[in-house]
């Protein structure tokens, strides 16, 4: 018997800091007009910050936590932790693990998934490889987190776009499917652009690194438009033809949520009413990594993904890494 891979229930996090354009307009008065033309660009409003003691295991684990809870499983029940972020505790060990401990799921094991905000549709793919090929693996946790903002300089302006955030699905077998298919692509020369440039093998920290601002994350150069306007389209139509659907079938699809007026546009290109799409930045912001599955629980708890649909979540990252996955929902 076929071993496919379903989603059985979702779960997010929002922390409880609120820190609204308002306060970012104060911040950035010596910058005219800067919030107001990037509320304008992007849609976000505001953004929710965890306290500054906590770490991104932290956030990551009430939306763990919610997750299970809503699939009737106990933290024992967990057979493997993936975990999704580029915003970690440690540059080792994983955070995979670190949450693995504070949630209790001491039958788990654990890994990380470091491809920036393409990460939890690379997470849930993995998830779906690994059910369907190991009959003792009955429950998967995948965890998408994001706690940029502390590793930004607060004077920096594109601090503007960071909000902390965590979602979380489980995944389990099913005779039928559950998890369609995937696709990845990505481009190495963007590797430059955007990142934190100190802290690895390429520039261990030092203190000069500290202090020219390197061990801090920052944009050095802008990504063309064309990466997410014509890569989207592009990813989700190779996903259509490998999977053996039209797009006209897809019922849902979320996207990362960076800048509203480009799911706009791709939406558009793709011939999918915008009816077939959540947005969520406008309240939390950027929430990188996590964006996808706390966009996926917002979408299902509002009723607008119904048992059967055909759902399709689109991750772009820093990197640049892009990847797509599709689920019939269970």
């Not at 009737?72 to 994983?94: H, K, N």
Request: proline share 6%; glycine share 10%; aromatic share 8%.
């Amino acid at each position: 018997m076929s071993r496919h891979a379903r989603i059985v229930s979702t779960g997010r996090f929002v922390p409880p800091i609120e820190v609204p354009n308002d306060v970012l307009r104060e911040r950035f008065a010596h910058l005219p007009e800067f919030v107001d033309k990037m509320e304008a660009s992007s849609g976000i409003r505001s953004r929710w910050y965890a306290p500054e003691e906590w770490a991104t295991s932290d956030v990551a684990l009430p939306a763990a936590r919610q997750a299970l809870e809503r699939a009737g499983r106990r933290t024992e029940d967990v057979d493997l932790v993936i975990l999704g972020t580029d915003s970690p505790d440690y540059v080792t060990p994983a955070t995979s693990v670190v949450l693995q401990h504070k949630l209790g799921a001491r039958n788990a094991g654990t890994f990380d998934v470091g491809c920036a905000c393409a990460s939890f549709p690379t997470g849930l793919a993995a998830a779906a490889g690994l059910i369907a090929t190991n009959p003792a693996l009955r429950t998967v946790l995948v965890v998408g987190v994001y706690m940029m903002h502390k590793l930004a300089d607060p004077n920096d302006p594109m601090i503007y776009f960071y909000g902390d955030g965590a979602g979380a699905a489980v995944l389990e077998p099913a005779d039928a499917p559950g998890f369609v298919n995937s696709a990845m692509q990505a481009d190495g020369a963007y590797a430059k652009h955007w990142g934190i440039f100190a802290g690895g093998t390429a520039e261990p920290a030092t203190e000069e690194a500290v202090r020219s601002g390197r061990t801090k994350v920052r944009m050095v150069e802008r990504y063309p438009p064309e990466i997410n306007h014509e890569g989207w389209p592009r990813l989700v139509r190779r996903l259509a033809k490998e999977g053996g659907y039209a797009l006209s079938d897809i019922d849902f699809i979320v996207f990362t949520q960076v800048r509203k007026p480009s799911i706009e546009l791709v939406m558009g290109d793709l011939a999918i009413p915008m009816e077939r799409t959540h947005t969520v930045m406008e309240e939390w912001g950027y929430t990188g990594s996590a964006c996808i599955p706390m966009a996926l629980d917002d979408a299902r708890e509002k009723g607008k993904i119904a048992k059967g649909d055909l759902v399709v979540l689109v991750g772009s990252g820093v990197g640049y890494n892009q990847a797509a996955a599709a689920f019939r929902m269970t």
